[in-house]
């Protein structure tokens, strides 16, 4: 079936490095993905995205991957931050029809 | 401009209890989705509308009634609560089916 997971539930950086947060997709013709950050307490809140005819697309800090040959997305954040500290998840389109399906999410833990 | 707003923010219920709860957008969407969020489960669709008048089943709709009689809302109703609807429920509103969806802050809700 659909399923759109992250390869790993948590992890934990220090203040200033690198963070990439793997996920994984199963559908081929998936054509547009998310990235969401939620912080606790919160709603997910709209990072990046990226279409399938890209396979790099860059924010404030953020960068997204996009490997259609294996079906992966990634996203990295530059110089991590204590604020960056939440859950993140992507989210796929799925199959024509379908809603937007929803990882479960990697929980980004920094530490200063 | 507000963006997704939702009320109550926290509720707790008897079981058997029935209540709203509403979710208003200012961004002047066509789709509004209901999703819960549940520990280990990610986000999981209830209901949604595709416009004004119109509703559809998301992956989870037994238990729950939704009404959109404007643009602007859209009603969650449980008719009679069960433990098992204990969760964080989500609203969220988007330009088009399938694309970047905007969360509201979401509202706890604990049926005892």
């Known amino acids: 079936g659909e399923s759109v997971g992250l390869h790993l539930p948590t992890l934990s950086v220090q203040e200033g490095d690198n963070s990439i947060i793997n996920c994984a997709y199963s559908?081929?013709?998936?054509?547009?993905f998310i990235w969401y950050k939620q912080e606790s307490g919160k709603g997910p809140q709209f990072i990046i995205d990226?279409?399938?005819?890209?396979d790099k697309r860059q924010g404030q800090r953020v960068t997204v991957l996009l490997n259609k040959t294996v079906k992966h997305l990634s996203l990295q954040i530059a110089a991590t931050q204590p604020g960056d500290s939440a859950v993140y998840f992507c989210?796929?389109?799925?199959?024509?029809?379908?809603?937007?399906?929803f990882g479960k999410g990697t929980t980004l833990s920094v530490s200063s | 401009n507000a963006g997704v707003t939702q009320t109550p923010k926290f509720r707790v219920l008897k079981t058997g209890q029935s209540m709203t709860l509403l979710c208003a957008q200012d961004m002047n969407h066509e789709y509004m989705y209901w999703y819960r969020q549940d520990p280990g489960m990610g986000l999981r669709l209830i209901h949604y509308s595709v416009g004004e008048g119109t509703t559809a089943k998301g992956e989870v709709p037994d238990g729950y009634n939704v009404s959109r009689l404007k643009k602007q809302n859209f009603l969650l109703g449980l008719e009679s609560a069960a433990p098992s609807q204990t969760s964080v429920y989500f609203c969220a509103s988007s330009w088009r089916y399938r694309e970047t969806q905007y969360f509201g802050p979401g509202t706890r809700l604990l049926v005892l």
């Open positions: 989210a796929e389109t799925g199959g024509q029809g379908t809603a937007l399906i």
């Open positions: 559908n081929s013709a998936s054509d547009y």
């Open positions: 990226i279409r399938s005819n890209m």
